[in-house]
């Protein structure tokens, strides 16, 4: 932790700050270690305050050794006018992309005669992106968990159950296990509800000879994970293992690209000229990946526009999907670590054939 304080110190004496006001969750969590749900940091050039009200207080303390807990009363930006000494030397940074536009006025009132606001944008995620190895191990651990769920779901997925079903029984067994929170509702998406890139898990009831594309993702340490996996309901007909076959390549070259010194549109580009070459660049057209950490998607974007230098240490999944309207849809996704000379998978899920299911 204190590692990331001092080169989040360093980034703002590059820009002439004197201080800092982290509020987003993952954020606090990332610097602080503080799992709780209500709480603030101030970080200036010597000192690491926490803010917290007093339900949080003795976690505070337990969990963030090395920083001075105070104690919300009136209101957190109150609490900041206060510790800010009155011949502050300089502006107090802000994330200028979580407050919202009324908090950052009451922000502003507060201050007023105290300090000027800047508003940033994306510091503390940017330092996020490279992850240190016990995070790459928390990481790993959520992906572990998904690969272990994804064989318990196997025998569970047939024809005659529901979608919802199914996506109830994968988060059962992901908790029982140990997973405290899951990263999002999850998607099974059956048949031609396959089309749909993020089809939310509904009442549709699953028919034989359908493919079923299930998204989902767990947690360990705060940390989550995010796996896709395609499977068919009965012996797969030409056309679906044509575009399985098709997804999984486009996956391979992705994951092929993947290393240090590429940038992430790079990454992006390798996938979208083998589904292009095959006829269906239109029938891709998300990304092709985002980093995952504390937040589940979070930088940097494997995407078109994303110019990003990818840095050993960053985590991102590589999930390609060619969807068919009225015919449904195949979506593979792994999640891996950019390593210097290559990558490393962390989700493990079979994926080599079209797998099939009773
Ligand atoms: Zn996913
Ligand atoms: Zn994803």
Avoid at 211 to 227: F, H, K, P, R
Avoid at 229 to 253: F, H
Avoid at 333 to 347: N, P
Wanted: one cysteine or more.
């Amino acid at each position: 932790m204190t590692q990331r304080i001092e080169r989040l110190r360093e980034k703002l004496k590059e820009k002439g700050l004197a201080a800092i006001l982290i509020m987003q969750p993952e954020n606090c969590r990332y610097l602080s270690g503080f799992t709780g749900t209500a709480g603030a940091l101030l970080i200036d050039r010597q000192k690491c305050y926490l803010l917290t009200d007093f339900r949080y207080l003795e976690q505070a303390a337990a969990e963030c050794p090395g920083w001075e807990v105070r104690e919300i009363k009136e209101s957190t930006f109150e609490t900041v006018a206060g510790l800010l000494p009155p011949d502050n030397a300089g502006a107090l940074a802000c994330e200028g992309d979580y407050l919202t536009h009324r908090q950052f006025n009451d922000l502003r009132d507060k201050l007023s005669g105290i300090a000027e606001l800047a508003p940033l944008n994306g510091l503390v995620e940017e330092l996020r992106q490279v992850k240190e190895p016990a995070e790459i191990e928390n990481l790993r651990r959520a992906a572990e968990l998904a690969d272990h769920a994804f064989w318990y779901i196997l025998d569970f997925i047939r024809p005659g159950v529901r979608e919802r079903e199914v996506a109830l029984e994968l988060e059962f067994f992901l908790r029982r296990k140990g997973a405290r929170k899951v990263p999002f509702d999850f998607i099974v998406a059956s048949g031609p509800r396959g089309a749909l890139p993020h089809g939310v898990a509904s009442e549709k009831i699953l028919q034989p000879g359908e493919l079923v594309t299930i998204d989902y993702g767990a947690e360990y340490q705060g940390y989550y994970s995010d796996l896709t996996r395609t499977v068919s309901l009965g012996p797969p007909d030409p056309k679906q293992r044509e575009i399985y076959t098709l997804v999984r390549e486009a996956q391979a070259a992705g994951l092929k690209a993947l290393r240090a010194g590429v940038k992430a549109s790079d990454v992006d580009r390798a996938v979208r000229e083998v589904i292009a070459a095959a006829g269906h660049q239109e029938n891709f057209r998300h990304s092709t990946g985002h980093g995952v950490g504390l937040a589940v998607h979070e930088g940097p974007r494997l995407s078109k526009k994303d110019e990003t230098v990818l840095q050993a240490g960053m985590v991102v999944t590589i999930e390609p999907g060619v969807y068919l309207p009225g015919w449904g849809g195949v979506r593979i996704e792994d999640m891996a670590v950019v390593e210097e000379h290559g990558c490393r998978l962390l989700t493990r899920a079979p994926k080599e054939e079209l797998i099939t299911c009773r």
